[in-house]
């Protein structure tokens, strides 16, 4: 079956940077788009990043625009998040989504990771 192991959260200063990975297994990896989504504490799940399944087109968050990176390592079937100049409103927990249409939207997700927290203190 198909699994999204997150990993690389914690806890960093305003200001600081953390790199979150996200890899897959159980189905080609380079066939599908991958996408990070956040979820703080009292809200929905929003969009953050999205990147198709050759890595050559991204989409991001008008919020994390110019602070944070995606990418992708087909051959380590991985997807990274590089997270700069974080702010303590960038706290919740992250996850990564698979799927066929890439996109802003988490219906278009057929897999989701069990997410991985990230805590920026002020």
């Known amino acids: 079956q198909v699994q999204l192991v997150e990993s690389g959260g914690g806890l960093v200063q305003a200001g600081g940077s953390l790199r979150l990975s996200c890899t897959a297994s159980?189905?080609?990896?380079?066939?599908?788009?991958m996408g990070w989504f956040r979820q703080a504490p009292g809200k929905e799940r929003e969009f953050v990043a999205s990147?198709?399944?050759?890595?050559?087109?991204?989409d991001y968050a008008d919020s994390v625009k110019g602070r944070f990176t995606i990418s992708r390592d087909n051959a380590k079937n991985t997807v990274y998040l590089q997270m700069n100049s974080l702010k303590p409103e960038n706290t919740a927990v992250y996850y990564c989504g698979q799927g066929t249409n890439w996109g802003r939207y988490e219906y278009e997700y057929d897999y989701w990771g069990q997410g991985t927290q990230v805590t920026v203190s002020s």
């Open positions: 159980g189905r080609t990896f380079s066939n599908y788009a």
């Open positions: 990147i198709t399944w050759s890595g050559t087109t991204k």
